[in-house]
């Protein structure tokens, strides 16, 4: 059970037993209320022959007379008309109903009980003529405690006991749980601290903390991938950095220890150490954006963009790359002028950078790379394609994931990060990406920039 079901049990108990108490008690003070105490009507004292000459109307008044006695008061109602007592009808043991009795032997059942009951004479019908008289009276003993006094007295007592062990069990089966499931997490964490990220969590119980488990499992989990992540990331640039120092290292030591005397060659090898260092410097570079995406500072650098002049400026850009390179580039901008995106434009060129440089990498000389932007349904599309030698339907699956290189790119210079970083990118700004390649015929790379915050169209007549 939750604890917040607990408390809210425990809440409930406490209120609803003084609650369940009082109605209790209303309930047994109605059923033994005067109105609860037989009464003949006038009809059965008639049939009896014990009436007299009572008439209905007067009986009525003395039996509401009696209905507001206590029930704990005995009474006898006596007729005394022509100097004769006659019992009309009595719950006092001593008044027989139906029977007569002088003024002397009433006095005398008073002198003779009078220590055991005190007697009280009342005249209902003190309006009429009728000499009606109802004698009353109580046992001593209700005038030191009234039977209502210590019936609720004893009930509250009662009650106290009944919520001092509910409330004691409850709090116990709370801190119970409590304690419990704070010790099972206490222990988890402890080993999760000590670097025990292949023990599966499993704290059972259904209270709230328990139900952190699954939190602390799913953490569990990303720490342990997270683990394995770095030392893959660890392994494999440190296996992509040794190749290039490697040949650093060895014509630098052949040009010092003067094994390198022809000037072509001297300048081959020096070339060499130029390319290889400028790899090692885009593979350093790419490694800074990796992590830098992984800590998500680069997100203090977002802020409002005009998109159609920063698309516009990188197809120049490209266009004279392309030039240099031999391939044809083409393609068009198609936005509005005042299209505002909100992202930090370094990252967003560097997403621009990787694509395009892929595309004219792996693209045959006099190939063709197309880079075009538009407006459909309220997303900005960056469409990339070329006809180069394309990605294999087995290899799609694998071309985001880090240090991952295709077998047509293992001929090519690079880490493997470019497009692991690429999707780092585009995952944090929560835009999306879509791979169209066929091998031998070229792929097709679109990046969707979703409305909202990201877009501000512009508003018309500003």
């Known amino acids: 059970m939750k604890i917040k079901s607990q408390v809210y049990l425990l809440l409930t108990g406490i209120l609803l037993i003084p609650v369940l108490f009082f109605v209790f008690i209303a309930f047994m003070r109605y059923f033994d209320s005067p109105e609860r105490i037989f009464i003949p009507t006038y009809e059965e004292v008639a049939v009896d022959g014990k009436s007299g000459e009572i008439s209905s109307e007067e009986w009525g008044k003395v039996r509401r007379f009696l209905e507001r006695l206590p029930k704990n008061i005995e009474w006898a ?13 009595s719950i006092i043991p001593n008044l027989v109903p139906g029977t007569f009795i002088s003024n002397e032997g009433i006095i005398k059942l008073f002198l003779v009980t009078r220590e055991q009951y005190a007697y009280q004479i009342d005249f209902p019908l003190q309006d009429s003529e009728n000499s009606l008289m109802v004698v009353t009276r109580f046992s001593k003993d209700h005038k030191k405690t009234p039977k209502f006094f210590k019936d609720l007295f004893f009930g509250g007592g009662i009650v106290l006991i009944i919520m001092f062990a509910f409330c004691a069990v409850m709090v116990f089966l709370i801190v119970k749980s409590l304690t419990k499931s704070v010790t099972a997490l206490e222990e988890a964490t402890r080993r999760i601290t000590q670097g025990e990220f292949g023990l599966k969590i499993d704290i059972k119980g259904s209270n709230e903390i328990t139900s952190l488990s699954s939190s602390l499992e799913k953490m569990r989990t990303a720490l342990m991938e997270g683990q394995l992540r770095k030392s893959r990331f660890i392994m494999g640039i440190s296996h992509d950095l040794r190749t290039p120092l490697a040949l650093i290292k060895g014509y630098t030591e052949a040009i010092s220890d003067g094994m390198v005397e022809d000037p ?3 300048n081959s090898s020096l070339e ?15 490694l800074i954006s990796f992590v830098k995406l992984d800590t998500e500072e680069w997100r203090k650098n977002i802020k409002p963009l005009n998109g159609a002049k920063i698309f516009n400026d990188y197809f120049n850009r490209l266009y004279s790359d392309g030039l240099l390179l031999g391939r044809r580039i083409t393609g068009k901008i198609t936005l509005p002028d005042d299209l505002v995106i909100l992202c930090d434009e370094k990252v ?3 997403v621009l950078e990787n694509l395009t440089g892929n595309a004219l990498r792996y693209t045959k000389e006099g190939g063709f790379v197309d880079f075009s932007v538009s407006l459909y349904e309220g997303e900005v599309c960056v469409s990339i394609a070329d006809n180069g030698v394309g990605i294999s339907q087995e290899e799609m699956p694998f071309i985001f994931d880090l240090f991952y290189r295709g077998s047509n790119s293992r001929r090519e210079e ?5 497009l692991a970083v690429v999707k780092s990118i585009l995952d944090s700004l929560g835009w999306k990406i879509e791979v169209f390649s066929q091998k031998g015929e070229g792929s097709c790379f679109i990046v969707r920039i979703p409305p909202g915050e990201n877009i501000k169209e512009p508003v018309s007549g500003s």
């Open 77 to 89: 109602v006596i007729d005394r008309k022509n100097n004769e007592n006659n019992v009309v009808f």
């Open 264 to 266: 072509k060659l001297m």
């Open 272 to 286: 060499i150490i130029r390319q290889k260092s400028q790899q090692l410097d885009d593979m350093i570079e790419d």
């Open 348 to 350: 967003l060129l560097r």
């Open 414 to 418: 690079g880490s493997g990060l470019g």
